[in-house]
């Protein structure tokens, strides 16, 4: 569990860099669904991002749940007058940390992210399949709403 909460913290503290703030910053905020928690993204550049969530996952058993992600954004399948709402996609990874049991499997996550014009918040939708390999190959969804603001 130590090992767990340290390797978020170091994935929260390499946030900082020079690369994402020219490219829109640094958001942090929350997400509620299954599970619900913290969301950090940072923009790698103009389409492309990396999001880190650590969330509890209220679902079955109780758990502590870390996923990172690798996000790609299409701006061009959806207007709207104000702001921006790109479709994204990615591939990632998670882990859940049970009672008893640790859970690792690879995430697909799709959603849709509206940036408002000021590009300082978002509030995104976002359905992830996983598909859990150790210590035993199980399919899980995953879904939530969220919202962060992005420090630049």
Known sequence: M??????ACVVF??????????????GLGAFVGEPSGLSLKLWLQERAAFDVG????????DALHIHGNYLLHAYDLLEVPEGTLPVYYGLGARVKILEEDTLVGIRAPVGLAYIFP??????????????????????????????????R
């Open 118 to 151: 000021s590009r300082a918040v978002d509030i995104f939708l976002e359905v992830v399949p996983i598909l859990d390999v150790a210590p035993s190959t199980e399919f899980g969804l995953n879904g939530y709403v969220g919202a962060r603001y992005f420090f």
């Open 13 to 26: 503290a390499l946030g900082g860099s020079a690369a994402a703030h020219a490219q829109g910053g640094i």
């Open 54 to 61: 650590v969330a509890w996952s209220f679902s079955g058993e």
């Open 2 to 7: 130590r090992r767990a909460i340290r390797a």
